[in-house]
C-alpha cells in the first residue's frame, strides 16, 4: 500500500538483529527467580490490531530488563522475529513488530532458561478495515483524486471508481479508494499561510519562524504524510527542518503532545469524504507551531458519515499508526466544532484511552438525540403556515417559539416570506432557528431519494443506482431492518403534547392548543417517502410553471390528516432501533472519564443551529450518569455585536476571538496534575484556571466559577454568565420534556392521569375538550417523569 518503508526509524536506539537487545550491555542475571518482564501492546488492543505491525512495550523493573536483555526473545506464530524498530521512550523500551498475518497471531516472550514468560494473542486487521464496525458500505465514492491522485485498482471490484492512468485512460476500477501513502512538506509563511516547500530546499524568504513550548526558536517547516486507512483518508503532521526526507520521521521538534482535530458537518455516507480544503484543519498552525504532532482523518468528519461507530475505528485505527510511526504521545487531546465536539462526547465514553482531554466547540451531547425535536420543526412551521394559517399569532415572528422553543427573530427575513402568500400559505416576517439552521435535515435523515455525495457522477455499473440516501441505511449495521430489509427507524412523536408550555402560560388557548395536537400529524417511512419539492430541488421558475411543487416544509412526506377534523396520525419509531441507538454508544450517555471544556462563541441572535443549551443538555446527562459534572466545564464567548457584511443587511456573529488555544493551556495543566497524581479523581486534580466562565468578544474574562451558570438547571438565582447569555428550548422541552433531550420515546400515561396530576395547570377540560383529548391522544400521553421507552432495559 506503502512506497514508503513501513517505519522509519530516525530515532531508534538500534535495529536489531539476532538478540532482541544485544546492544543496550550489563550483566546476565544468575538468579533461578522467573524474571517479572511482561509485553504490553501499546498501539492499540491486542484485539484490534491493523495494517500487519504492532508497537510493543516491555514492562517490568528496567534495571532487570536491561540484566535480562541477553536472555530474551519474541516469537510470533512460534518463528523468531527481529524487531524493525528500538526505542527508549517515556521510560521504557518501545518494539515494532511486523509481519502479523490478518487474523489471530500469538506473540510469545522467552527467556533463554525460564522459557516462555509470556504468550498474547494479537488480533491483525486489513488497513482498509473493518476492525468492529461490521460489514462496509458500499458504494463508496473516492476524493482522493482531488488531492491529485489516483486510487489503486481492487482486483474485485465489479462496479465502482474508475481509476484512471497518467494519460487519463480508464485501467480499472476501485471499491475501497486506497492510496500509496506519501509526504509533503510545507511552510508557514509570515503571511499566515501554507505554502509547499521548495523542492531544493533553498530556504524560503518568507518563511516564519516559531517558538516551541520549550523556548526553542525554529523554522515553521512541516511533515505531512497522507495515506488512507479504513477507507479514509488520514494525516499526519509533525514539524520538520530543510533536511529531513520523507522516509524520515523526525521526532526532533516534537513536544510529545498530539492533537486530534475533528470536524464536523452532516452527512449520510457513501463517501470517502473532502480533504482538498482542509490544509489549516490538517495542520492546525496554532498547536503545531508550538510542537505539537495533528492527527486528521476524513473519517472523523461528521461531513463524510454520521456513523460514530465507524468514526471510533477509524480514530482508534490511526492513532494506532500515529504511534507506531511517532511513538506514544505523552498525551492525546481534541479539538473540533459541532460534529467534531459530538465525537469527543461519544468517543470518551466508547473508546477509554483514546483521548485524554478535549475542547467540544459548538457542541451537541450526539447528533441522533438531536433528530429528536429537529424533526418537529417542519411539522411545527407547516402547521402555523399552512394548517393554521388564519392565526394571527403565528404572523408574529417571536410567538412562533411558543411551539418550537428554538430562538425567533424578524433580525432574519424569511428568504421565502414573497411565495407563501402568493401561494396561498401564511408566513411572518423573521424566523425562528428552525428555518435556516434545520430546514432540510429531516429529509436528510429520513428521505431516501434526498442526497448525494460529490464524485458520485463518476461511478460506474450503475453503482449508485439504489442507494438509500438515509441516515437510518447508513447505520443500518446498527439499527438492524425490518421483516423487509428495510432500515429501522427512530423518529417517534406519539403522545407527545406539542405547544404544552404554551398552553400552561396561557400563550395559546385550549382551543388551539387542542387543533395543533389534532393536525401536527407526523412522518411516512422513509420506504413510503417521494422526492421533496422547492427549495430542495428545481427553481422558483419550476414552482411557477408548476414543474415542481412549492414544499419547504415537506408537507408531501408528512402523516396529515385526511379530511381536516379527525386527528392525524403520529409516528411511531422502532424500540430495537433505539434500543441498539444506546447499546451501540451512538447516544452519549454521559459517561466522562476526561476532562473536557466546553467552549462555544454566543450565536443565539443570529438563529445558528449550535444553540446554547446544548452544552447543559450534555452536563445534565453527565450528572445522570456520574452524579456530579465535575469533568466538563462550560465556557462561552459572545458573538455580539453582531458585524454587518456589505450590501447584506443580515446581523452576522463576531466569531474573530478564539477561546481554544486557551482552553488547550488550561486541558494541559489538567492532564499534567492527572498523570503526576494517578490516585486523585479527574476533578481532584483541576488547575485553578478550570472553572466555569464566560468571555467578552475579546476574549476578556466576563465572570468565572462554580454559579456562573446558576439557574439553568436548578432553582437558584441565574448566574452572571446565565444572565450575559440567555438559553433557549426546544420543542420536546416545550412539550414537558427534559433539558438532555434524550427521550425517543416517552412513556404513556392515560389522559385521565394527565387530568389530575397538573399537567395542564389552571386548565379544567369540559367533557367535550376531554373527549378530544382522548382522540387525539388514544395510547396516551408523554409522562416525562419516566425513563425513555427506548432505552435498553437493565
Known amino acids: 500500500m506503502s512506497s514508503l518503508p513501513r517505519y522509519a526509524a530516525p530515532f531508534a536506539i538500534s535495529l536489531l538483529s539476532l538478540a532482541l537487545f544485544g546492544c543496550l550491555g550489563g550483566n546476565d542475571n ?52 527481529e524487531a524493525s524498530r528500538s526505542t527508549l521512550r517515556n521510560g521504557r523500551y518501545e518494539v515494532l513488530i511486523t509481519g502479523l498475518k490478518e487474523g489471530e497471531n500469538k506473540l510469545q516472550l522467552r527467556h533463554a532458561k525460564h522459557g516462555k514468560l509470556q504468550e498474547m494473542l494479537l488480533t491483525n486487521h486489513p488497513i482498509t478495515g473493518p476492525i468492529f464496525s461490521g460489514p462496509q458500505q458500499y458504494p463508496f465514492v473516492c476524493t482522493v483524486t482531488e488531492l491529485g491522485k489516483q486510487p489503486l485498482v481492487d482486483t474485485d471490484a465489479s462496479m465502482g471508481f474508475p481509476v484512471k492512468d497518467a494519460s487519463g485512460n480508464q485501467i480499472g476500477l476501485s471499491k475501497d479508494c486506497s492510496i500509496e501513502t506519501y509526504v509533503e512538506f510545507y511552510y508557514r509563511t509570515t503571511g499566515n499561510q501554507y505554502k509547499l516547500l521548495p523542492a531544493n530546499r533553498v530556504r524560503p524568504a518568507d518563511m516564519a519562524t516559531t517558538t516551541l513550548t520549550d523556548g526553542r526558536v525554529v523554522d515553521f517547516i512541516v511533515r505531512r504524510e497522507v495515506g488512507t486507512i479504513n477507507r479514509f483518508i488520514y494525516s499526519f503532521a509533525t514539524l520538520a527542518s530543510l533536511d529531513d526526507t520523507a522516509d524520515t520521521a523526525s521526532t526532533e521538534y516534537w513536544n510529545g ?93 466508547n473508546h477509554p484511552g483514546l483521548l485524554d482531554g478535549g475542547v467540544p466547540q459548538y457542541s451537541y451531547p450526539d447528533m441522533v438525540t438531536q433528530t429528536i425535536h429537529i424533526g418537529d420543526c417542519e411539522l411545527l412551521e407547516h402547521y402555523m403556515d399552512a394548517t393554521d394559517k388564519d392565526n394571527s399569532k403565528w404572523i408574529m415572528t417571536k410567538n412562533r417559539s411558543w411551539l418550537v422553543g428554538l430562538n425567533a427573530t424578524d433580525a432574519y427575513p424569511d428568504p421565502l416570506a414573497p411565495y407563501k402568500p402568493m401561494l396561498g400559505y401564511s408566513t411572518a416576517p423573521g424566523m425562528t432557528e428552525c428555518v435556516p ?126 379530511d381536516g377534523i379527525a386527528p392525524a396520525p403520529r409516528t411511531k419509531g422502532d424500540l430495537k432501533a433505539m434500543n441498539a441507538a444506546y447499546s451501540s454508544g451512538m447516544v452519549f450517555d454521559g459517561e466522562l472519564n476526561i476532562p473536557v471544556i466546553d467552549w462555544r462563541h454566543y450565536l443565539e441572535d443570529v438563529l445558528d443551529m449550535h444553540n446554547s443549551h446544548q452544552s447543559f443538555s450534555g452536563r445534565q446527562r453527565i450528572r445522570n450518569k ?106 420536546r422541552m416545550v412539550a414537558g420534556g427534559p433539558i438532555e433531550g434524550g427521550v425517543f420515546k416517552c412513556a404513556l400515561k392515560p389522559v385521565a392521569k394527565a387530568l389530575t396530576d397538573g399537567t395542564y395547570g389552571t386548565w379544567a377540560p369540559n367533557l367535550e375538550q376531554t373527549q378530544k383529548l382522548e382522540a387525539i391522544f388514544a395510547e396516551g400521553v408523554c409522562d416525562y417523569s419516566k425513563a425513555d421507552q427506548g432505552r435498553p432495559k437493565g
Open 626 to 731: 456520574m452524579g456530579h459534572s465535575d469533568n466538563q466545564l462550560i465556557w462561552f464567548t459572545d458573538a455580539r455585536p453582531h458585524s454587518y457584511r456589505p450590501n447584506d443587511t443580515r446581523p452576522r456573529p463576531n466569531k474573530d476571538f478564539d477561546q481554544t488555544w486557551q482552553a488547550l493551556e488550561v486541558l494541559h495543566d489538567w492532564i499534567t496534575n492527572i498523570r503526576k497524581n494517578p490516585k486523585k479523581s479527574i476533578a481532584e486534580n483541576k488547575p485553578a484556571t478550570a472553572v466555569d466562565s464566560c468571555f467578552t468578544t475579546e476574549g476578556d474574562k466576563i465572570a468565572s466559577g462554580d454559579d456562573v451558570w446558576d439557574g439553568i438547571l436548578n432553582d437558584k438565582a441565574a448566574g452572571a454568565c446565565a444572565q450575559e447569555f440567555p438559553t433557549h428550548t426546544t420543542s
Open 257 to 349: 503532545r498530539a492533537l486530534f482535530q475533528f470536524l464536523g458537518g452532516v452527512a449520510i455516507g457513501h463517501t470517502q469524504g473532502r480533504m482538498d480544503n482542509r490544509t489549516n484543519q490538517s495542520m492546525v498552525p496554532e498547536v503545531l507551531g508550538k510542537g505539537y504532532a495533528v492527527m486528521f482523518s476524513t473519517g472523523t468528519v461528521t461531513d463524510s458519515h454520521y456513523n460514530l461507530q465507524v468514526g471510533g475505528e477509524t480514530a482508534l485505527m490511526v492513532k494506532e499508526h500515529f504511534i507506531k510511526r511517532f511513538g506514544t504521545p505523552e498525551y492525546t487531546v481534541a479539538i473540533g466544532g459541532s460534529g467534531g465536539g459530538i465525537q469527543q462526547y461519544v468517543y470518551s465514553q
Open 437 to 562: 439552521a434545520w430546514r432540510g435535515l429531516t429529509p436528510l435523515v429520513m428521505n431516501p431519494h434526498f442526497g448525494g455525495v460529490r464524485n458520485q457522477e463518476q461511478m460506474q455499473g450503475g453503482a449508485m443506482d439504489n442507494v438509500d440516501w438515509t441516515h437510518y441505511d447508513d447505520l443500518r449495521n446498527i439499527y438492524g431492518t425490518d421483516e423487509d430489509g428495510n432500515p429501522r427507524t427512530l423518529f417517534d412523536n406519539v403522545g407527545v403534547q406539542y405547544g404544552l408550555q404554551a398552553l400552561n402560560d396561557h400563550k395559546i388557548t385550549p382551543a388551539e392548543f387542542l387543533k395543533l395536537n389534532s393536525q401536527i400529524g407526523g412522518w411516512k417511512r422513509p420506504k413510503d417517502m417521494a422526492q421533496e419539492g422547492f427549495p430542495f430541488i428545481g427553481s422558483e421558475a419550476d414552482v411557477m410553471s408548476g414543474k415542481v411543487a412549492f414544499d419547504p416544509w415537506s408537507k408531501n412526506n408528512m402523516l396529515l390528516s385526511a
Open 30 to 81: 544468575k538468579s533461578n527467580a522467573l524474571p517479572d518482564i511482561k509485553l504490553k501492546s501499546l498501539s492499540s488492543a491486542p484485539e484490534q490490531v491493523s495494517g500487519g505491525d504492532v508497537l510493543l512495550s516491555f514492562e517490568g523493573d528496567m534495571a532487570l530488563i536491561n540484566n535480562e536483555k541477553d536472555q530474551l526473545e519474541i516469537l510470533l506464530n512460534d518463528e523468531k522475529v
